[in-house]
């Protein structure tokens, strides 16, 4: 499966921002999304995982409450609704996919299919 995640972009502290990430070439309904995130020097960080169903989502903790993880499963896509948004959400933000993750949602290397990734800034 492709991968292509798109809108991010710049925005000021307490904005939003949705990120999208669409699939192509394989049943995308069939597959666990993710969203991982990596800031300048630092290492890639969970942000949050869907089933392939939708039934059960998972997120880390510096983002429950703000972001909200989704997925449709007709049109091929995955969505991440971020709010509230801080200057430490800065990064490159990925989405992933695979057909075989069953747990450990939030370990990134379960996941074989990755987009492109998107920057996000939050201006203080």
């Known amino acids: 499966v492709q991968l292509q995640a798109s809108g991010g972009g710049l925005v000021q502290a307490g904005g939003s921002l949705r990120l999208s990430c669409a699939a192509s070439g394989r049943t995308f309904s069939t597959y666990a999304m993710g969203w991982f995130r990596q800031a300048p020097g630092k290492e890639r960080e969970f942000v949050a995982a869907i089933t392939w169903s939708g039934g059960s989502k998972y997120y880390a903790d510096s983002v429950k409450g703000r972001f909200g993880i989704s997925r449709d499963n007709a049109k091929n896509t995955g969505n991440l609704q971020m709010s509230s948004l801080n200057p430490e959400d800065t990064a490159v933000y990925y989405c992933?996919?695979?057909?075989?993750?069953?747990?450990?949602?939030?370990?990134?290397?379960?996941?074989?299919?990755w987009g492109q990734g998107t920057q996000v800034t939050v201006s203080s």
């Open positions: 992933a996919a695979d057909d075989k993750v069953v747990f450990g949602f939030n370990v990134g290397h379960r996941y074989d299919y």
